[in-house]
């Protein structure tokens, strides 16, 4: 039987698919957690009357409305949402957006679960915290549909036999842009990604290509792979999600429609394979385009890159600092061409340090917040 499913961030993208693959599937929802109460958790509540339901945040008025239009008790505080997460022989989807999500990831890894990941900033912010983790018990799958597709293409292929990873990219709405045509791009053009439906400030970083720099940092922690040796190309279909090179020259490449229920369903069901949620694949009439990223333009990819060699605190600091800088953009207080330079800045603001604990990511998390905050009033005025 396969085990229970429990959905953290159930009300966002990632949440909202992972239920309908659930459904479909025919699997147990055992427990759902968001981080605040909301009509959209309601209505999960209500299509899912056996999950526990938690909530992060709530006033007290808000908890006992919710409860009672719920029609029974729900669990409230981020401890709620931790003791979700280690549901005891639970596969544990992590949709939490934000570093808020580390702590999740691993408590759901020490309870011995397995964790379809889906939160960014555990590998990028806490990669050493959660491979310390993933070292005691467990099991790790990712979901974003990149490292889904390596974790497919490397499975029963020795670490000797690899020669790269190459992580595809959409590109954005902006590729083939100059760099002086985005001074004064809005957030309404940044949001418009020409394939994938996903949160804004991954939209965002998607533009950026500071979403593929975060995903070179995953994938050196969760494949144990060298920066040296990790790719990226521009692919604007987004058909080919990712590809291996072998040392004999061959390749494996993972193909398929840009739809994230796939990866999804992959993460609860692997190893094994159950019928597609989507429409079958055609290869008849379609044709795949590959160009080199302009890292003048997408200066982020280089930063990112250079954040993940430094290691220590300086991935979460770069995480962190991107957060607030894509908040500024999206509320109109920072042009989208000075997101990386603020972000890079609060970098160099944090003392550098290892982080081996989820405190010591939070709290390098915390400074380059209140570093970025600084960078962001004085860089637009």
């Not at 990941?117 to 467990?138: D, I, M, W, Y």
């Not at 390098?364 to 209140?370: G, V």
């Amino acid at each position: 039987m396969s085990a229970p499913v429990v959905v953290l961030g159930a009300t966002g993208s990632i949440g909202t698919q992972t239920l309908e693959v659930a459904t479909a599937l025919g699997l147990e929802v055992a427990a759902v957690a968001a981080r605040r109460l909301s009509p959209a958790l309601a209505a999960v509540a209500a299509r899912h009357p056996t999950a526990v339901v938690a909530a992060a945040e709530g006033s007290a008025s808000e908890r006992a409305e919710f409860s009672s239009a719920a029609g029974r008790a729900v669990e409230f505080g981020a401890e709620a949402v931790l003791a979700a997460a280690s549901t005891p022989g639970a596969a544990v989807v992590n949709g939490i957006v934000g570093a808020a999500g580390l702590r999740a990831t691993v408590a759901a890894l020490e309870a011995g679960n397995s964790v379809a990941l889906a939160n960014k900033e555990s590998l990028v912010a806490g990669g050493p915290v959660v491979k310390a983790a993933l070292a005691r018990g467990g099991r790790l799958i990712p979901v974003d549909s990149e490292h889904s597709a390596l974790h497919q293409c490397l499975i029963g292929e020795p670490a000797g036999r690899v020669a790269r990873l190459t992580l595809t990219a959409s590109g954005g709405p902006f590729r083939g842009r100059a760099r002086r045509s985005l001074v004064d791009v809005t957030a309404e053009e940044a949001l418009a990604h020409p394939v994938w439906e996903m949160g804004p400030r991954v939209t965002v970083d998607s533009a950026t290509l500071f979403n593929k720099g975060f995903e070179v940092i995953e994938a050196h922690h969760l494949f144990d792979i060298d920066y040296d040796m990790i790719d990226v190309v521009i692919h604007p279909q987004s058909i080919l999600h990712s590809a291996v090179e072998f040392v004999d020259g061959s390749w494996k490449g993972h193909m398929g429609h840009p739809d994230m229920r796939v990866p999804i369903q992959y993460a609860l069901t692997a190893p094994e394979r159950s019928p597609s949620p989507v429409p079958p694949f055609e290869l008849a009439g379609r044709s795949l385009d590959f160009e080199e990223v302009d890292r003048d333009v997408f200066r982020a990819l280089d930063i990112a890159i250079a954040a993940g060699r430094a290691g220590g605190s300086a991935p979460a600091a770069l995480n962190a600092a991107d957060e607030i800088a894509v908040e500024a953009f999206l509320e109109g207080r920072l042009g989208f061409l000075d997101i990386p330079g603020v972000a890079a800045g609060a970098v160099e603001a944090v003392e550098h340090r290892d982080l081996t604990t989820v405190d010591d990511v939070m709290e390098a998390d915390r400074e380059a917040r209140a570093a970025a905050a600084s960078l962001v009033a004085a860089t637009y005025r």
